[in-house]
């Protein structure tokens, strides 16, 4: 089994009362890597940055951390840049400034049972979306596990053509993973069983749902578990969602000898369990990624 993990990468300048306080590599799918890299998980990052300074720290803290970087392009210009600036809540408000060249990357031959991991506005991207689908397709012909997370900050009551393409994702994906906000902002759903129903019109039948502080509920055919939140001092939110995701990853690499359909109830809860740990290590935690001695004691297991 390998782990794909798809995304854009974006160095983070994290901002408290209008003054910077510290800076990391982040992006959803650069922090899932992370985590997973740091338990030892066979993943690799498809991303796109820049040849500059900031690319150099971030394939640096990629390559620390155990992440296989041979699916990375590189271009000569600037990479991606957030400002993030932090509530009193410990949430981030983000302003993105955008990489000097728009390109898309190469994307492997996957097999059976590798996991891919997908989301945030690289899936919606129109530079390299035909090469995504195809890939995805692919994914889905050779029976890997795709799981989808929209990520999605804003309501597209007004945008019918990216409710087009999430619903293009979803129905090429195993799992869609997502928050309660992300869910009310694309179909105007309030609750995790309207949403279920909703991602069902497209034929994927998995659907794990996050409420914050709320826990999370897992839809999977006829099984509906509800998952409490575990008890965090909160410091930042920034990589939570991300983080979940990672857990869901590492849940079903410990749990995964049948097909993800014949997954039991057992079974379900403790890859659920899982993402609650790593979005509260998170969560607990300044960085973006869930601790490295959190990692390497999974990593011992």
């Keep these: 089994m390998k782990i794909f993990t798809i995304g854009e990468t974006t160095y983070d300048i994290l901002f408290r009362d209008g ?73 981030a408000d983000y302003t993105f400034y955008q990489a000097s060249m728009d390109v898309f990357p190469d994307y492997p031959v996957p097999e059976a049972n590798d996991i891919v991991l997908l989301g945030s506005s690289f899936a919606l991207r129109d530079n390299g979306r035909e090469e995504l689908l195809n890939f995805l397709v692919m994914a889905q012909n050779r029976g890997c596990i795709t799981i989808y997370d929209p990520n999605a900050r804003h309501s597209m009551a007004d945008k019918p053509e990216l409710v087009n393409k999430i619903l293009q994702n979803i129905a090429l994906a195993t799992i869609i993973k997502g928050s309660d906000q992300d869910f009310l902002n694309i179909f105007g759903a309030e609750d995790g069983q309207s949403t279920s129903s909703s991602i069902r019109k497209s034929g994927t039948q998995i659907l794990v749902y996050t409420k914050g502080a709320k826990g999370a509920e897992l839809f999977a055919g006829d099984l509906h578990l509800e998952i409490p939140a575990r008890e965090t ?64 004691t999974l990593y011992l297991k």
């Excluded at 992006?27 to 993943?43: D, E, H, K, M, T």
């Excluded at 079903?252 to 379900?268: A, G, I, R």
């Design 233 to 296: 001092k909160v410091v930042s939110t920034i990589g939570a969602g991300d983080n979940f995701s990672a857990g869901i990853i590492y849940g079903l690499n410990q749990k995964l000898t049948n097909p993800v359909f014949d997954l039991k109830p057992s079974d379900w809860k403790a890859i659920m369990s899982f993402g609650t740990l790593f979005a509260s290590e998170v969560c607990g935690s300044s960085e973006n990624y869930i601790p490295e001695m959190t990692g390497k």
């Design 19 to 91: 003054r910077p306080v510290s800076s990391c590599s982040g992006g959803s799918a650069y922090n899932s890597a992370i985590s997973l890299g740091r338990c030892g998980l066979p993943v690799s990052l498809i991303s796109t940055f820049g040849n500059d300074a900031v690319g150099d720290l971030s394939l640096a803290f990629l390559l620390k951390n155990g992440v296989n970087c041979s699916l990375i392009k590189r271009f000569n210009g600037q990479s991606r840049i957030a400002l993030a600036f932090i509530d009193s809540g410990n949430n």
